[in-house]
């Protein structure tokens, strides 16, 4: 975590760079918070979503904005609507989908800040690349503490 004095931010709500390989919109990063907590909002078409996965370094809230989002933990699935959050720690597997034949929009925080961001940004620079297949992927996941389970 940064050490230097932190400023008040305020992000506009359109603001923050925009992820289009994961669907994703940076809006607090470790530059804002010196790393304590990261914020991004996402959009997941109907019925899309990611595999069983686990966060080995940051705890994870999600939140619904727009649609609903289903949890997929173990053999349980919960289904969250609209104003509904959910708190995902660290080291426990779990899969997320949007079950709705309509875009859902959510926003989702990592605590602390610092990885998954970086797992965000390293998959981009992949994909823009030309070189994000699977083994890609999964190694990139796993240098920022992300292990698929699917």
């Given at each position: 975590?940064?050490?230097?004095?932190?400023?008040?931010?305020?992000?506009?709500?359109?603001?923050?760079?925009?992820?289009?390989?994961?669907?994703?919109?940076?809006?607090?990063?470790?530059?804002?918070?010196?790393?304590?907590?990261?914020f991004?909002?996402?959009?997941?078409?109907?019925?899309?979503?990611?595999r069983?996965?686990?966060?080995?370094?940051?705890?994870?809230?999600?939140?619904?904005?727009?649609?609903?989002?289903?949890?997929?933990?173990?053999?349980?699935?919960?289904?969250?609507?609209?104003?509904?959050?959910?708190?995902?720690?660290?080291?426990?597997?779990?899969?997320?989908?949007?079950p709705?034949?309509?875009?859902?929009?959510?926003?989702?925080?990592?605590?602390?800040?610092?990885?998954?961001?970086?797992?965000?940004?390293?998959?981009?620079?992949?994909?823009?690349?030309?070189?994000?297949?699977?083994?890609?992927?999964?190694?990139?996941?796993?240098?920022?503490?992300?292990?698929?389970?699917?």
């Open positions: 975590m940064k050490t230097e004095k932190l400023q008040p931010v305020v992000i506009p709500a359109e603001s923050g760079r925009n992820l289009n390989t994961l669907g994703v919109r940076h809006k607090l990063t470790e530059q804002h918070t010196g790393g304590a907590i990261y991004f909002d996402s959009e997941l078409p109907p019925g899309d979503g990611n069983l996965h686990v966060h080995r370094y940051e705890d994870e809230i999600a939140y619904v904005l727009e649609g609903a989002l289903a949890v997929r933990l173990g053999d349980q699935e919960l289904t969250m609507t609209v104003g509904e959050i959910a708190f995902l720690p660290k080291n426990v597997p779990h899969a997320l989908r949007n709705l034949s309509t875009p859902s929009r959510y926003l989702f925080a990592a605590i602390p800040g610092g990885y998954i961001e970086h797992w965000f940004d390293a998959v981009e620079a992949a994909e823009e690349a030309g070189g994000l297949d699977d083994a890609t992927f999964r190694e990139l996941s796993l240098q920022y503490g992300i292990e698929w389970l699917e």
